[in-house]
C-alpha cells in the first residue's frame, strides 16, 4: 500500500504571495493532519479533516486554512506569505475514526519564503 | 495546558551501547502517548504508542517505552544501538477527544559513535 505523499516537496516563494500544498492519504483513510515544523517551535498542530469537515485546528492566524476533498485527499492554504512560514509541512493520516489513532506521516513539503 | 518536554536535546551514545531516552508529559487524563522518529530530510515514523493496557510497550526496531503514570514519564529504550539509529526522535501526546491533534516534545537528536 502506497504511503502518505505530498506534493510539491519543495517550494521557494516570495513574501506576499499565497501558497497550495497537497496531501494524498493513504488508500482507505479518511483522517488528515497537518503540521509545521520548524526550528524554533518545532512541531505544531495545524489542522485536522475527517470526511471533508474540520474537526480541530491549532493556534494559527486565518491566513492558513485547508480544505478536505471527497476522496480524502487534503490541501492547505497559506495567503499572504512571511518569512516566518519557512517551514516543512507535514501530512499525517490514519486509518480509523476514534477521536485519537496512530497517524502516518508524509515526508513533507518544504517551504521557503524569500 | 498540556504538553511534552524531553530534556535532552542531544545525545552521543556508542554503537552497541544501550540507549534510554526521555520524554515527560503534562496532561490531567490518561494520555495517548507516542514516539516518533525522523531521519534527516524525511518525514516521522511512528516507533511505538500506548493508548491503555500493558505499561511496556513494543515498537519496531527493537525499540521499547514504558508508561509510568507516577512520573508522567514515557521513556524509550534500546538495549543495544546501531549507527542507523542515528536520528531526531520526537515523543508526543495525544489529546483525549481531541481529533488527532498530537503535542510534540522538541525532539532529541541522537548520535552514534562507531
Known amino acids: 500500500k502506497a504511503g502518505v505523499t505530498q506534493t510539491p516537496r519543495y517550494l521557494i516563494k516570495t513574501r506576499g504571495q499565497q501558497v497550495t500544498l497537497s496531501c494524498s492519504p493513504i488508500?482507505?483513510?479518511?483522517?488528515v493532519s497537518w503540521y509545521q515544523q520548524t526550528p524554533g517551535q518545532g512541531l505544531q498542530f495545524l489542522f485536522e479533516?475527517?470526511?471533508?469537515?474540520?474537526?480541530n485546528k491549532g493556534n494559527f492566524p486565518g491566513r492558513f486554512s485547508g480544505r478536505q476533498f471527497s476522496n480524502s485527499r487534503s490541501e492547505m492554504n497559506v495567503s499572504t506569505l512571511e518569512l516566518g512560514d519557512s517551514a516543512l509541512y507535514l501530512c499525517?493520516?490514519?486509518?480509523?475514526?476514534?477521536?485519537?489513532?496512530?497517524?502516518?506521516f508524509g515526508p513533507g513539503t518544504r517551504l521557503t519564503v524569500l | 495546558a498540556q504538553s511534552v518536554t524531553q530534556p535532552d536535546i542531544h545525545i552521543t551514545v556508542s554503537e552497541g551501547a544501550s540507549l534510554e531516552l526521555r520524554c515527560n508529559y503534562s496532561?490531567?487524563?490518561?494520555?495517548?502517548l507516542f514516539w516518533y522518529v525522523q531521519s534527516p530530510g524525511q518525514g516521522l515514523q511512528l516507533l511505538l504508542k500506548?493508548?491503555?493496557?500493558?505499561?511496556l510497550v513494543q515498537g519496531i526496531k527493537g525499540f521499547e517505552a514504558e508508561f509510568k503514570r507516577s512520573q508522567s514519564s514515557f521513556n524509550l529504550r534500546k538495549p543495544s544501538v546501531h549507527w542507523s539509529d542515528a536520528a531526531e526522535y520526537f515523543c508526543?501526546?495525544?489529546?483525549?477527544?481531541?481529533?488527532?491533534?498530537?503535542?510534540f516534545g522538541a525532539g532529541t537528536r541522537l548520535a552514534v559513535h562507531p
Open positions: 499525517a493520516s490514519s486509518p480509523r475514526d476514534p477521536r485519537m489513532d496512530e497517524q502516518f
Open positions: 500506548y493508548f491503555s493496557g500493558d505499561t
Open positions: 488508500s482507505g483513510h479518511r483522517s
Open positions: 496532561y490531567g487524563a490518561t494520555p495517548y
Open positions: 508526543a501526546v495525544g489529546v483525549s477527544g481531541g481529533y488527532n491533534k498530537l503535542i
Open positions: 479533516y475527517f470526511s471533508e469537515t474540520q474537526r
